[in-house]
């Protein structure tokens, strides 16, 4: 579809701030980028593709993103580690009144403390974000992850 | 083949590390537990609703077809093709009147049974099965069948007892209280753990560990060791369960409970508070019960997430930890996005359920170098295995090693059950 250079690059960088928040476990910021009345979840493609709704994670405002990073940070134990994201080139779907859908692939790479990396999650996101004069947000994230069987465990967000 | 294991004690409350280890021990275990008398869960009927509809699912680490026969009846059997061996069926699920091994097309029933291969008679009186072929006698190797109220357990034995003596009384309740009923599957979510599977069996039978490892519970206030609660398990001490009344301790009793640890006690307040929100479904007020069946099952509700787990060992070092979550079938929209909100709680990414998988990584890591070293195991006693009023216990541990050693052959002289 026609998108502008201008529009193209916003939601590009748009993108590659949101792996980098979370890559450089900025996760304040990361939640950031979110509009309050977002809408973020992880599935997996097993279950989209047997229709069925369940989720690994899901925030429906910016709230319980606030709570889940709050959590991460003062309450729960996890695998101490480096996340880093690897993201694809934005498929544009759609515009509607100045919101966008599109899909980026992402392979999501995670190393331990002694320097061990493994690919923790591949899949896709499903974004929806809007323009606001020349900033962008997230509207809904929808992490759609081929990897199902999850290693370990899921903690900090994809 | 008898393993020497040098128990330390008669009432299993030092266990040796290298049992989480040993090939030899992991493919006993295969042999002697799940494809012993035991009955391992399979599936939830609710899965294969109708006529012809199978799923795969695992015993131990054999990989077995569960489906619905034309008749109505549920069959499981071992997913491996009679011919060379092949895995029959690939998908996870799906529906067909015969199933058919992609290698050279052997053809199963839905009960499991062979019942056609191609070139049976060769071609033009060229090649060809013997005449005396017998294909009922190659058929796959079934399992005896027990659907309890919709959840559906297998076993390899004969010498299994009936599932309401093996579950117990209650084991049985239990299961009719989740499953009382009509369901509705919301989804599955898996997880690899790498660390063997008595981890996870001795985790989900650790409630000393639930309101400290995940400090969520407490910090949050879902769940505090004050509340009332306890452990119960079956009279032989291979199932247990972990429950707690919602709000039935005072904020006084759980800060001087808590005052040697480093937990925050409501400290925190969530924003969005619907996450903890409890719609009371059932007539115990219970909000959090997780009856767990020796070897691969549980039951687990938190809140109003409610579901299975399947324990799926993966040689010694790991097992995935396979959960079904599920609402009923009159549940309106705004009770399905409910549980699935909470469903935030639990599994892998659950706020009160990430930290098993670290531990037990932690435990299969560090352990691998002391093969002369124990587990201890003394919270909530030594001796005698019984249920408590209260859980700051880890005995049903001790219960599960007493059955897993009766199973394998390897009890000590004079060991508890
Ligand atoms: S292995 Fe299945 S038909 Fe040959
Ligand atoms: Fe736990």
Redesign the interface.
Do not use: H, K, V
């Given at each position: 579809m026609n998108v502008s250079l201008e529009t193209r690059e916003l939601l590009t960088a748009l993108m590659a701030e949101y792996a980098m928040a979370i890559d450089e476990d900025r996760l304040e910021d990361w939640v950031e980028l979110f509009a309050e009345d977002c809408d973020y979840r992880v599935v997996t493609r097993e279950n989209v593709e047997q229709g069925l709704p369940n989720v690994l994670m899901w925030c429906d405002n910016k709230d319980m993103l606030r709570d889940r990073v709050d959590s991460y940070r003062n309450v729960n134990e996890y695998n101490l580690h480096y996340d880093r994201h690897i993201l694809g080139p934005l498929r544009f779907i759609s515009e509607k009144d100045g919101a966008w859908t599109f899909d980026v692939s992402y392979s999501l790479f995670q190393t331990t403390l002694e320097g061990e990396s493994r690919l923790f999650s591949v899949g896709r996101y499903r974004i929806e974000a809007r323009l606001e004069g020349s900033a962008a947000r997230l509207k809904t994230v929808a992490v759609i992850a081929d990897t199902g069987l999850v290693p370990s465990l899921l903690a900090t967000p994809i | 083949m008898k393993p020497d294991i040098a128990w330390q004690r008669n009432d299993y409350s030092r266990v040796p590390f290298w049992l989480h280890h040993d090939e030899g021990i992991y493919a006993l275990e295969m042999e002697r537990i799940f494809r012993g008398p035991a009955w391992s869960y399979l599936c939830l009927e609710a899965e294969i609703p109708n006529a012809c509809d199978f799923r795969t699912t695992w015993v131990g680490d054999t990989p077995v077809i569960v489906s619905r026969a034309k008749d109505g009846v549920i069959h499981a059997f071992v997913n491996r093709c009679s011919h060379r061996g092949a895995m029959i069926v690939r998908e996870?699920?799906g529906n067909a009147e015969r199933l058919v091994c992609l290698y050279h097309r052997w053809c199963y029933s839905n009960a499991g049974e062979l019942t056609g291969l191609p070139f049976r008679k060769g071609i033009k009186g060229e090649g060809g099965m013997p005449e005396e072929f017998d294909m009922k006698a190659v058929s796959p190797q079934r399992l005896k069948v027990a659907n309890y109220h919709g959840m559906l357990f297998g076993t390899f034995s004969d010498r299994a007892e009936t599932i309401e003596a093996y579950l117990g009384e209650f084991g049985t309740g239990m299961v009719r209280r989740f499953l009382s009923r009509p369901i509705r599957?919301?989804?599955?979510?898996?997880?690899?753990?790498?660390g063997n599977w008595k981890l996870y069996a001795e985790n989900l039978r650790d409630t000393y560990h639930a309101s400290l490892?995940h400090?969520?519970f407490v910090?949050?206030g879902v769940d505090r060791a004050t509340q009332k609660g306890g452990v119960k398990m079956d009279a032989r001490h291979r199932h247990n369960m972990n429950h707690a009344y919602a709000a039935s301790d005072t904020d006084e009793d759980a800060k001087a409970a808590y005052a040697d640890t480093a937990a925050?006690l409501d400290r925190?307040q969530?924003?969005?508070k619907k996450?903890l929100h409890y719609k009371n479904e059932f007539p115990d007020g219970m909000n959090l019960a997780t009856p767990t069946f020796f070897p691969n099952a549980l039951l687990i509700q938190i809140n109003n997430t409610i579901g299975t787990r399947q324990i799926r060992p993966k040689g010694p070092g790991a097992h995935?930890v396979f959960q079904t979550?599920f609402g009923y079938a009159d549940d309106d929209e705004a009770m399905?996005r409910h549980r699935?909100?909470s469903?935030?709680l639990v599994?892998?990414?659950g706020?009160v359920s990430?930290?098993?998988?670290?531990?037990i990584?932690v435990i299969q890591k560090a352990t691998r170098s002391s093969p002369e070293g124990c587990e201890v195991i003394e919270m909530g006693g030594r001796g005698e295995v019984r249920d408590l009023a209260h859980r700051v216990t880890e005995t049903p541990i001790r219960g599960f090693w007493s059955y897993w050693a009766e199973l394998m052959g390897v009890e000590p002289a004079g060991g508890i059950r």
């Open positions: - | 996870l699920r599957i919301l989804g599955y979510s898996r997880q690899r753990i790498a490892l400090e969520f910090t949050y925050r925190m969530l924003r969005d996450l995935e979550l399905t699935l909100i469903a935030n599994g892998p990414a706020f990430m930290e098993d998988g670290e531990a990584e």
